[in-house]
């Protein structure tokens, strides 16, 4: 199993920039697809973001395409999140996920497809 502590949540005003953290425990942390799913209140959540093992694919919700970039160190057990020019429709608990083993670029933006949870970061965006 993996444990998974999302970092990096705060308020933020429209146009600014966050970057979030993912810290995963264990040895084999290069095994796992990591995404990066939110869900604001009274919607489904969604994942805005997901990035293979090696690192080698990512997936991005339309939504935020040209705006979020996902990245790994796995030397460090760590996936990052950068934001920029946020919105106010970004504001969501942002919840960090694990899928051990390879996904495809389409399995990467499916919920259904990470096993494991960190228990989330709040981002707000508003002035």
């Known amino acids: 199993q993996v444990q998974l502590v999302e970092s990096g949540g705060g308020l933020v005003q429209p146009g600014g920039s966050l970057r979030l953290s993912c810290a995963a425990s264990?040895?084999?942390?290069?095994?796992?697809?990591i995404g990066w799913n939110r869900q604001a209140p009274g919607k489904e959540r969604e994942v805005v973001a997901g990035?293979?093992?090696?690192?080698?694919?990512?997936y991005f919700a339309d939504s935020v395409k040209g705006r979020f970039t996902i990245s790994r160190d796995n030397a460090k057990n760590t996936v990052y999140l950068q934001m920029n020019s946020l919105k106010p429709e970004d504001t969501a608990v942002y919840y960090c996920?694990?899928?051990?083993?390879?996904?495809?670029?389409?399995?990467?933006?499916?919920?259904?497809?990470?096993?494991?949870w960190g228990q989330g970061t709040q981002v707000t965006v508003s002035s």
């Open positions: 996920a694990a899928h051990y083993g390879s996904l495809g670029s389409l399995e990467l933006g499916s919920t259904k497809a990470y096993n494991y």
């Open positions: 990035i293979s093992g090696s690192g080698g694919s990512a």
């Open positions: 264990g040895r084999t942390f290069s095994w796992y697809a």
